[in-house]
């Protein structure tokens, strides 16, 4: 008879999504992990406003990597740019991008970020969103031509990346920097305790 109780699991991460910007801000904290990107399609995902719907896409994420690993725990974010009351999302094109530059231009916005983190062995899930104020400041029309030329704006919400280049033209944030890059990296020890998972542990231990 075997009187030894199981050791503690092993845990495996798995970050569903291909954003560099991520990944970077999970190697940073130290986790190691895989990355699986979801399929979903984003537009067939219902959603009421901009908290529902980063909420909505990252479970959505999570949930569809899971169903392809069921030993892993999952984390999915979704990050949309918020101007008015209107979702700016990812610029399909140059012109899309330059357009939502210029609406920002020397105006305040919101980043709305939603976080999944689902262990999928176990089916346990919980979610968040954070909200952070961004102020851009003005520009040129030669300074966003510039820009957008250089490519990265393309596939950023918003049409920038506040890690890159597009730094230069942030004037002020309210709120966590981490979520405006894309994942609200405070935020993540709570969701992660909500399943029964102390993430400290896994960053920490030597």
Same mark, same amino acid.
Request: charged share 25%.
């Given at each position: 008879m075997n009187l030894h109780s199981p050791g503690p699991r092993s845990l495996g991460f798995v970050l569903a999504s291909a954003s560099p910007a991520r990944a970077a801000l999970l190697r940073q904290i130290g986790l190691s992990f895989e990355v699986v990107p979801s399929r979903i399609r984003e537009?067939? #995902?219902?959603?009421?406003? !901009?908290?529902?719907?980063v909420i909505s896409l990252s479970q959505a994420k999570a949930q569809h990597v899971a169903e392809h690993l069921r030993d892993k725990v999952i984390i999915a974010a979704d990050t949309v740019v918020v101007l008015d009351d209107e979702i700016l999302g990812? !610029?399909?094109?140059?012109?899309?991008?330059?357009?939502? @530059?210029? @609406? @920002?231009?020397? *105006?305040?916005?919101?980043?709305?970020?939603?976080?999944?983190? @689902?262990?999928?062995?176990?089916?346990? *899930?919980?979610?968040?969103?954070?909200?952070?104020?961004?102020?851009?400041?003005? +520009?040129?029309?030669?300074?966003?031509?510039?820009?957008?030329?250089?490519?990265? !704006?393309l596939g950023k919400a918003?049409?920038?990346a506040i890690q890159g280049r597009g730094? #230069?033209? #942030?004037?002020? #944030?309210?709120?966590?920097?981490?979520?405006?890059?894309? +994942?609200? +990296?405070a935020k993540l020890p709570n969701i992660f305790s909500d399943i029964g998972i102390n993430i400290y542990n896994e960053l920490f231990r030597r």
């Open positions: 537009d067939d #995902i219902p959603s009421d406003g !901009p908290r529902d719907k990812k !610029p399909e094109n140059q012109e899309a991008a330059e357009g939502m @530059l210029s @609406l @920002l231009s020397g *105006r305040w916005h919101h980043v709305v970020t939603g976080v999944t983190v @689902l262990d999928a062995s176990t089916g346990a *899930r919980s979610s968040c969103h954070e909200v952070t104020g961004v102020r851009m400041k003005d +520009l040129s029309c030669q300074a966003i031509k510039t820009y957008v030329e250089s490519g990265e !704006p918003g049409a920038y730094g #230069i033209f #942030i004037e002020s #944030i309210k709120g966590c920097y981490f979520n405006v890059v894309g +994942l609200p +990296l």
